[in-house]
């Protein structure tokens, strides 16, 4: 396939993506179809990298007015703005159902309460915490593009969760596109996701990279042992908590190589 074919059968999924990742608006309505769903997760990296290069616009813009730590806490800002705070309010569910001992359905009946509980409100300020305090050490020339490699890799953590677990619910946000992992997918996601840390690679050295992807990794591992021995598999706020948990160990492993 063409460039310019590869472009029109997989743009449908890629702005769903966008569309479900984000709360950007877009100039043209997107045509919402099942064939459309269904692809969109193979483009939540992707999503990432869109989501990535705007808070790294406005850290390097804020970089210019303020000091690095306030930079930071602006592009951070930013970033709840552009995604709505989709994976920290799932993140915080997740911690308020697994935070204590209780069944099965009693976990997912908290998790899809919308209120916040103290579990999920000490998990969410450590969470942001954690964030802030790492782009903070790291070098201010270098935190764009660690900000677009870690939009777009904890993204496709969200994507590797989707294409080796079982949805645990009948119906939720992502029921629409539980099952619908592919070869192909996993292909595209792992594309975007190596595309998107390329950049990092001229800023920052190659081991710290690999130690990101390792913290990345970890974070990955301990949120998803933590949901699917109590669970037997995912939610929607599952893959918010994976997306939180390998963004903060992508982070803090290339902070550990470049500080």
């Not at 396939?1 to 479900?20: H, I, K, N, T, Y």
């Not at 616009?57 to 970089?63: E, F, H, N, R």
């Not at 069944?103 to 000490?122: A, F, H, K, N, P």
């Not at 998803?224 to 492993?253: H, I, K, M, P, W």
Request: with cysteine.
């Amino acid at each position: 396939m063409d460039l310019r074919g590869f472009a029109r059968s997989e743009l449908p999924g890629f702005l769903v993506a966008v569309q479900f990742l984000t709360r950007l608006p877009l100039p043209f309505e997107v045509d919402y179809t099942p064939e459309a769903a269904r692809a969109s997760p193979r483009w939540y990296p992707g999503a990432g990298v869109v989501i990535g290069v705007i808070v790294g616009l406005v850290y390097w813009a804020a970089a210019l007015l303020f000091p690095p730590l306030i930079a930071v806490l602006v592009s951070v800002a930013a970033g709840l703005v552009v995604t709505g705070g989709l994976h920290e309010d799932g993140f915080a569910d997740a911690c308020d159902g697994l935070g204590g001992v209780r069944s099965r359905e009693r976990v997912l009946e908290i998790m899809r309460d919308s209120r916040i509980g103290t579990y999920g409100v000490l998990g969410l300020g450590l969470m942001v915490g954690t964030k802030v305090a790492a782009l903070a050490a790291v070098p201010g020339a270098a935190v764009p593009f660690v900000l677009i490699a870690g939009h777009a890799a904890s993204r496709a953590s969200m994507l590797w969760v989707m294409a080796s677990s079982d949805y645990v619910r009948g119906s939720g946000a992502a029921s629409a596109v539980a099952g619908g992992i592919d070869q192909r997918a996993v292909q595209i996601g792992l594309g975007t996701t190596l595309l998107a840390l390329l950049p990092l690679l001229f800023v920052v050295p190659f081991v710290a990279v690999l130690m990101g992807l390792a913290g990345l990794v970890a974070g990955h591992y301990l949120m998803r042992n933590r949901f699917e021995r109590r669970l037997g598999g995912y939610t929607g706020d599952c893959l918010g908590a994976v997306q939180q948990c390998s963004e903060v160990g992508f982070l803090l492993g290339v902070l550990a190589l470049v500080n």
